[in-house]
């Protein structure tokens, strides 16, 4: 701001010093013409005294002679003679004897002091002759001499004063000029650094207090300009952050009011800087309604100064959409510990929204078929039976499992089985809405239904029963029916969890399917049949417990040879402790579970590990071990990672892989070609043999022969525990032996019982025999020597 003429230093140092000046000349001025009237006073005083000495004798004798006429000839002349303006003489009783300039009737003036005001000093002496008073002698001497001088003295001080001033304005305008030039530049590059001009320096030169002040304001100029740098790119770099950072940022004062916010508000909510600026109640002006309230619980607490993060909420756009964000805020404080407010960081959530949504929705469907899966309805079941528990009423469920649906996948492809399940979803979803529905995998399906008593819960599965089954599909041209077995539970005391009710559904549908299919069966705890499979699930949980705490055990059998120059053999077999320790629980108590519940493979796997262990801890200890023969069972073959596995445990125990060979059953192999004949590969490039184990059980036993490149056969029990009694058993046998022969594969005659049939499959040219009459299995480390 521009510094005004009377607010100006060099003004007020002007003005001040001329004041001074004319003050301090005042009282010279006046002092000095003090000094000249006491002079002139003093000088009138002796006048008047000399004036006196000098008429006082030349008026005693004309007075004392009573001479009038020549005491007023020497008035006269002393009037002339004097600057008198009367004079007079008076006898000694003070009566008028003869004056000049004052009329004798009007009484004489009271003598006054020399210097007094007025323009007349009156004057009175006796006069005496020979020490004898005659009369007083009185005049008015005039004191214009005295104002004269005294007027005179003043206007010549004055103009003296007059010219001492204005010289000294002129000299103390030129000092002052001089002197304030350099305070002139500080202001104006104070001015300049005001309005933005850094760059401004003040010239330096002397080496006075205004020098060290201007060298001072160069180098402060410089700090400013330095801090103004640093603060512009701290405040372009806060800028590159806070205004391009993706997030909405916002800045609110101790007083809960918005300071600052970032552009990306405008992104998020349509509404720019200067809209949000001049809002009154930001940012609830922008909050769905039903959120306001939460939003606004925050905004008080993060005024006082408690941090948050991750409250979510829906926010209103300018074209009235409804996204919705998360917000983290912080307080901040300054280096006092005042609050400054608090920082809020607002993303948009809306697609995380989705994503939880869909991912929730994923979580309880099935992806295919797009009804619940096995999760949602275990925990839709889990709900009803408490429900019942707290209000009374019943649960029914159905275990639902697809007939023929296996040979429209192998047939078609499982294009068309995912076809037909999603077809399958929609009908029943339309036509059964009387429960809740869920695919619980593959092509089994559940149902639960709430307060049906069971004779209606038996009308409600044979109706989906009928309608599966009538239900057309076409593929391709090609028509398919499939059917569907349902199993049934009900909830009671004893059968009142989740699980207990699934393996009960799922038994009865599994009797339902060995009953003839397309029925359904209930659960009924005390039938004979479903004893049976409750003792499968209990095998279930002695396997479990088996495998983690390593009581399974490995027995051999020895595969023993018929002829010489053959190699014996021993297949491996597997056996389970009891839970005491101490008993052995047969593979017929434990295995048919296993398979059917989806344990085998599990099995499988510790046999090999536990058999590749056993053989290389006999090399290690230098002990001889015959070549091992293992079993794998059909889930064993569909396990895709059972190759590597293998891979893996020879590579862990340096197995030589001729030692190790496995066996395969036909009808496994039949039912699961592709794999059979991957895992047939498998093994002739890892160098192990392999044996088609049961054969002849088959009705293809020999068309499938001629794709399985298989080592050995071992024939089927059923043809050669009788041989010795049954010619058909003994044909059979020696086809099979003769075939097996010509395509130089050797044959084990399994189940051989006395010595009748040893002699009777070695006459038939068996290779190897196996069975009690040879050798009762037992540990397998007894066989390793």
Known sequence: MPITFHHSLRVKLLFFSVLIEAIMLSILVGNSVRLIREHLVRQAEVRVQAVELAYKTAL?????????????????????????????????QGQILVSVGWNSDVPLPTPTRIGADGDVIHVAFTVEY?????????????????????????????????????LAFLLLLATGYWLTRDFAALADASARIADGDLD?????????????VSRSFNAMAAAVKARVGDLAESEQRFRAIADFTYAWENWFGPDGRLSWVNPAVERLTGYTVRDCMAMEDFPLQLVHPADRELVRRQHDQALAGHTGQDLEFRIVTRDGRHPWVAMAWQPIFGADGTSLGYRSSIRDTTMQ???TEELAFAAAHDALTGLHN????????????DRMRRNGGSVVIFYIDLDQFKLINDTCGHSAGDALLQHLARVMEARFSFGFMARLGGDEFGMILRDVEIAEAERRAQHIIDDIRTMPFVWEGRSFRIGASIGIAVATPELDTVSDLLIAADTACYAAKERGRNRAQVFIPDDQYFRERKADFLSLSQIASALTSNRLVLYGQRIVPLHEGLEESVEVLVRMMGDDGGSLIPPARFIPAAERYGMMQLIDRWVIDAAARRLSEARAAGASAPRLAINLSGLTLADPGIKEYIR????????????????????CAIAQLDMALDFIAFC?????????????????????????????LKIDGMFVRNADT????????????QLSHHKKLHTVAEFVVSDAVLDTVRDLGADYAQGYALHVPEPLENLIS
């Open 60 to 92: 005693a004798v004309p007075l004392a002679s009573r001479d009038y006429p020549t005491l007023r000839d020497i008035i006269e002349d002393w009037q002339r003679a004097e600057d008198i303006r009367y004079l007079a003489v008076t006898d000694n």
């Open 130 to 166: 020979q020490g004898v008073p005659y009369g007083r002698a009185h005049y008015g001497l005039s004191s214009s001499f005295l104002e004269d001088a005294r007027s005179t003295l003043f206007k010549q001080s004055v103009t003296i004063a007059v010219l001492e001033i204005t």
């Open 200 to 212: 401004v320096r003040v010239p330096i030169h002397g080496d006075d207090e205004v020098t060290a």
């Open 353 to 355: 929204h989705i994503a």
């Open 374 to 385: 096995r999760r949602a309805y275990e925990e839709e079941l889990q709900l009803e039976l």
């Open 648 to 667: 893996e445990v020879f590579r862990a125990y340096q197995i030589d892989t001729h030692r190790i060979g496995f066996e395969i059953t036909e009808s």
């Open 684 to 712: 002739q490039e890892l160098g192990c043999d392999l044996a088609l184990d049961d054969f002849g059980s088959g009705l293809s036993s020999f068309a499938y022969l001629k794709r399985f490149k298989v080592q050995s």
């Open 726 to 737: 049954d010619g058909d058993d003994r044909a059979v046998i020696k086809s099979m032996v």
